[in-house]
């Protein structure tokens, strides 16, 4: 009898120190936190650029917030894009209005429509890089008689392949401050065509004319207004680079102000 009485007095203890259970309590919350919740709402089909408290970033900025360029990495951007558009998209073979063989070689997205043209980590199963390397000058590209790339080229796209293929860039300190407050032509112009555009308009191959490798091709454009007009992809002009992406926004801005200083030869 006396056990059973202690029993029930152990189930009730029981019971009742679970109900007096206090509910987990967060405690309150990081005033941050909520912030970003708030403003942040987590949703990865967002891809405008957004800072710490949610506002958009004025996509001029973008690039001074990439990572500084690591000397170890093979980046797409200024790596392999520009030995692409220099070797292997010259009028007539894979630039968007011949695309030999099906293949753009002007952009990253063009490059991957095709699995097999590059394959991440496998230099073997990358046709790209198999052609490349082609020791049967007929079999090779770029085909004779143009000149096969050089080492350090076939080095460096390899080892871009190796890494994963990726499309890649990186701040490399120069000419991405977007300060456009005193535009020097060496220093902040040139230095965007020498990376966009005189693959295909240098001095030997200015396509429509147009020659940026120095100041006097570059500034008669200027003038024109056609230089931002086809930058800024405007409508009823052409879109350049031809084929590729469009240009970051900071070097629009650059070449936009350029302009409006005049045109300046500094
Ligand atoms: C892949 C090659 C390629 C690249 C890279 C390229 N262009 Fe062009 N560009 C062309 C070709 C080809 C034409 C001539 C098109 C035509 O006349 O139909 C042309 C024409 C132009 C014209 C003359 C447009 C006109 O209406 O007369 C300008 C200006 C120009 N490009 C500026 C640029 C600038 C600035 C860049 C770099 C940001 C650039 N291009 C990069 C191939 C290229």
Redesign the pocket.
């Known amino acids: 009898m006396r056990i059973s009485v202690y029993f029930v007095l152990i189930i009730l203890a029981f019971l009742w120190s679970c109900h007096s259970e206090i509910p987990f309590d967060p405690g309150p919350m990081d005033p941050d936190v909520i912030d970003t919740m708030l403003v942040n709402p987590v949703d990865t089909s967002m891809n405008t650029p957004q800072d710490s408290t949610g506002m958009p970033v004025d996509s001029s900025a973008i690039d001074s917030t990439l990572a500084p360029c690591d000397t170890s990495v093979i980046y797409f951007e200024s790596d392999i894009l520009p030995i692409l558009?220099g070797n292997c998209?010259n009028?007539g073979c894979h630039?968007p209005i011949s695309a030999q063989h099906e293949l753009v070689l002007?952009s990253y997205d063009a490059l991957k429509l095709h699995d097999d043209v590059i394959v991440p980590f496998d230099l073997d199963k990358s046709e790209l890089y198999e052609k490349i390397t082609e020791d049967k000058v007929s079999d090779r590209m770029p085909p004779a008689p143009n000149e096969a790339l050089t080492q350090d080229q076939i080095v460096k796209i390899g080892k871009w392949i190796l890494q994963g293929a990726q499309n890649n860039s990186c701040n490399d300190g120069s000419n991405h401050s977007c300060d456009t407050a005193i535009i020097s032509f060496a220093n902040d112009v040139k230095p965007?065509?020498d990376t966009?555009?005189i693959?295909?308009?240098g001095s030997s191959n200015a396509?429509?004319g147009?020659s940026?490798i120095s100041y006097n091709g570059a500034s008669s454009?200027a003038k024109t207004g056609?230089?931002l007009g086809?930058?800024k992809w405007t409508d009823g002009?052409?879109m350049?680079?031809?084929?590729?992406n469009q240009?970051p926004d900071c070097d629009i801005n650059t070449l936009s102000a350029w302009i409006n200083q005049g045109v300046t030869n500094n």
Request: glycine share 10%.
């Open positions: 558009i998209a009028a630039d002007t965007i065509f966009y555009c693959t295909c308009h396509n429509g147009v940026l454009v056609k230089l086809v930058v002009f052409l350049m680079p031809l084929g590729g240009i």
